[in-house]
């Protein structure tokens, strides 16, 4: 099932004849509802006056919203819900509402693999800690494995195997040191799997409703996961019976469902954000609540979490950590004082947040449904960046080949690739 670039390019120019024949339908009603509900269908047949007013915003994302990606990938054929560049490679992974994935260049644009098999979007993408694998997850519940061949480049991989267990899959999330793959599903269960022989090592129960998140340690020592229903658990791989569980039992631990979770690089505390907006740090030793923090709006599903390194001193210290929510704010947080740093804005729902790597750790990338990502100074909370291209949410981004560069999935069916700093003149 080798494909290779070559291959592909047939598909690539069938696909995206297809795409931009829905995208002009799918934008046309998506921003006509956004930007302005008294102009329903039809806002290209308009008198000029009316495009004058309305038209220019309706249509602007072409002509008054500035597209400074570098590259683009249109070849889905509706809303890109994931996206995964590789550890080292200049390749991403997406998924989308269309069914499929695809391993695509992120110089050229070109497609590499059409990653085929399942029958309800896609909805995860993760590439192995080495880059050897990519993992697609779907609405579907399969979980299908792609391998690379050979060792002379990127450009042709295998299918390995598919994975069946969950019943939706809501998470995929790879082994920080090995090749092993964690799932979360729709129907409360958690899923462990060895590769490359696909062998299912854990199924954990414990759950009250969906698996919305989860990760293993940084140290790669444990797993910590939450649900629908508000319940934190905290696992050793090797044992189906949690170390501890936190719940809404617990009144200090209601958060009307827990939509996201990090662990800081030490492994010691994990952050949880809830569908409410509330967010709680967790001792991981002691399994205990140790602060609650504010400052997003309440009502609005905190959506994003990331620990960020302003020094560059590595793992050391509790840290400083950033929640996003859907009341467009980022804010970072100093967790050996529990304080607010700073608050950064977008103008809607924040729906992803990246931590660059070293030696620019201070960086931070969030996605927006305000259609742009921007790249902040989390040290000052100063802006250096806006990211604009996209005609529709932003629904997720990943950072590539050491942070240079973000690539974007969207709800307009694009894929995009952004520099993440603006290039400075020699």
């Known amino acids: ?8 390019e047939d598909i690539d120019l069938e696909d995206e004849n297809n795409q931009e024949e829905l995208f002009i339908t799918e934008d046309d009603v998506l921003e006509e509802i956004e930007d ?5 269908m039809g806002d290209d047949d308009d008198d000029d006056e009316a495009a004058d007013t309305v038209g220019d915003l309706a249509e602007g994302s072409s002509g008054h919203v500035e597209d400074i990606s570098v590259q683009h990938f249109s070849t889905h054929n509706a809303s890109v819900f994931a996206v995964a560049c590789h550890p080292t490679q200049p390749i991403a992974a997406s998924g989308g509402e269309d069914d499929l994935g695809y391993i695509w260049d992120i110089t050229d644009g ?9 029958t309800d979007s896609v909805t995860s993408t993760a590439w192995s800690t080495d880059g050897e694998m990519i993992a697609t997850g779907g609405m579907d519940g399969k979980i299908r494995i792609w391998r690379r061949v050979g060792k002379e480049n990127y ?3 295998e299918f390995l195997t598919e994975l069946q267990g969950p019943d939706e899959v809501m998470f995929l999330r790879w082994h920080p040191k090995g090749s092993v793959l964690l799932a979360g599903s729709n129907d409360s269960t958690l899923w462990l799997w060895q590769l490359p022989s696909g062998n299912t090592m854990q199924v954990f129960a414990g759950h009250m409703g969906p698996v919305n998140c989860g990760e293993f340690t940084p140290d790669g020592k444990r797993i910590i996961s939450a649900d629908q229903e508000g319940f934190l658990i905290f696992w050793d791989p090797r044992s189906p019976t949690p170390l501890f569980k936190l719940g809404p ?3 200090r631990f209601s958060l009307d469902g827990i939509t996201s979770v990090a662990v800081n690089p030490s492994s010691t505390l994990a952050v949880v954000g809830g569908a409410a907006g509330g967010v709680r740090v967790v001792s991981l030793s002691k399994g205990e609540i140790v602060s609650t923090l504010g400052g997003h709006t309440e009502g609005e599903s905190i959506e994003a979490i990331v620990f960020i390194d302003l020094t560059g001193a590595g793992g050391s210290g ?3 950590v950033v929640t996003g929510a859907t009341d467009g704010k980022a804010c970072i947080w100093d967790l050996s004082t529990m304080r607010l740093r700073s608050t950064l804005q977008h103008e809607d729902a924040i729906t992803t947040l990246l931590a660059h790597p070293a030696p620019k750790s201070y960086l931070l990338v969030s996605g927006s449904a305000d259609k742009t990502l921007r790249t902040w100074d989390a040290r000052t909370g100063k802006l250096l960046r806006t990211h604009t291209g996209h005609r529709a949410p932003v629904l997720g981004a990943s950072l590539g080949l050491d942070g240079s560069v973000v690539v974007s999935a969207g709800d307009d069916g694009h894929c995009m690739v952004f520099t993440t700093e603006a290039e400075e003149t020699e």
């Open 1 to 8: 099932m080798a494909s290779g670039k070559a291959r592909a």
């Open 36 to 40: 302005d509900g008294d102009h329903p």
């Open 110 to 118: 070109e497609i590499l693999v059409k990653l085929t098999g399942h």
């Open 155 to 157: 450009n042709t991989w």
């Open 249 to 251: 039992d617990d009144a």
């Open 318 to 320: 509790s840290g400083v």
